[in-house]
Structures are given as structure tokens and as C-alpha cells.
């Protein structure tokens, strides 16, 4: 029996919190499952739908792994010139190597797909055949339910946020998230612990609210 496995990440983009990648095996036979029932790409889903989802993807799959990836393990990548790319690439190939799939579908984050499974590929050590695309949690219902397990195990980590405040969504589009940093900045003199500290929206921030304070 063919085992097949999609991979795909939640929280590329946020100045907060963390990045997920995750990884659902299946027999091959089952994934018309989770057609069924409406796996698709996560951003397509309510929030409600995912979770309902999520719990489906758990009954069929033969393995679900994430691994989180803190925002100071991706401000290191950026500093030291690796890249969120490559960093990317390295914890896909962690997650294909915990499932041992014969196939593996990839959403494939690089402009040139084929260099971004090559540099998947480098970081493996299973002999797993690599199918990386663009929108892939589109094209392919299995990497549409890692998409699905990253975006309910990322958001569960922002809400484990909220305790420090509304912190919003973490994307820097938000209004509330961009009112949390510069409060925490205002009181605090410095960024949160959990902000990506290298992102363009984080520094700016904090330039802003302590060029203020020093006027």
C-alpha cells in the first residue's frame, strides 16, 4: 500500500508567534476520506470548519506530525543568512523523515518549486519521492490537511498569547497586533520575547515608540 504525505506550514508571514509545519500520512487509498468530507486548503475554511476537520484528519491519518518553530529560532536563520527558505526546507524534511511516506506532496514556499525540493531533499535522510508545487494545499487534498493541522496548532499557540494581551492575529496587517507591540514597547522598552524581532513591522516599532520617548 501506498503511503502519502502532504506538508505544509502556518505562520510564514506573523511578526508573532510562532511558524508550524506539519505533515499528515495516509494510505493512499484513503485520502478520497478526506475528500469526503471537505479537507481543502485551510485559509478556505472557518475556523469552526477547521476544527471540525482537524478531528477528521486525526481519525483517518497514520501519522500527524508539526514541529513549532519559535520566532528566535527564525530571527537566527534571517541574521546569520540562511533564510526562512532554507529553514523551511530543513524542518520539512524532519517532519517527512518522522512520517516515512513512499510520496511526499509539498507546498513549495521558493518562486522556482524544483529548487525549493532540492533543497528539501538535501536535509533528507529517507529515500522519499518529493513532489513540490506552488498552492499545493490547493491542488492536493493531502497537503490540504497539513495545512489544516498547522493552522489549528498555530492558532492554539496564539492563544496561548493572550495572555499577555490582545495580541490580534500576530500578522502585521492587524490593527490590534500592531496596538499590542507598541503598548508592550511603551511600557516595556523592548520587544516581546515572542515577536520576530528581525521583521521589518517589529523594528520599525520599536524605533518609533522609543524615538518618542526619547523626545
Known sequence: MLLVAGVDEAGRGPVI?????????????????????????????TPQRRMKLFQCVLDVAKGVVFLEVSPSEIDEAIRSGIGL??????????????????VAYLDAVDPHPDKFKGRVRKYLICNTRLVAEHKADEKYVVVGAA?????????????????????????????????????????????????????????????????????
Not at 511558524?19 to 475554511?45: H, N, P, Y
Open 17 to 45: 508567534g510562532p511558524m508550524i509545519v506539519a505533515g499528515v500520512l495516509v494510505e493512499e487509498s484513503s485520502i478520497c476520506r478526506f475528500e469526503q468530507v471537505g479537507v481543502t486548503d485551510s485559509k478556505r475554511l
Open 85 to 102: 527558505n532554507e529553514l523551511e526546507a530543513c524542518r520539512m524534511a524532519e517532519v517527512i523523515d518522522k512520517l516515512q511516506p513512499d
Open 147 to 215: 495545512s489544516i493541522v498547522a493552522k489549528v496548532v498555530r492558532d492554539a499557540k496564539i492563544e496561548e498569547l493572550k495572555t499577555h494581551g490582545d495580541v490580534g492575529s500576530g500578522y502585521p496587517q492587524d490593527p490590534r497586533t500592531i496596538a499590542f507591540l507598541r503598548c508592550w514597547v511603551k511600557e516595556k522598552g523592548c520587544l516581546p520575547p515572542f515577536t520576530r524581532q528581525t521583521w521589518k513591522t517589529a523594528r520599525r516599532i520599536l524605533d518609533e515608540v522609543l524615538q518618542k520617548k526619547l523626545i
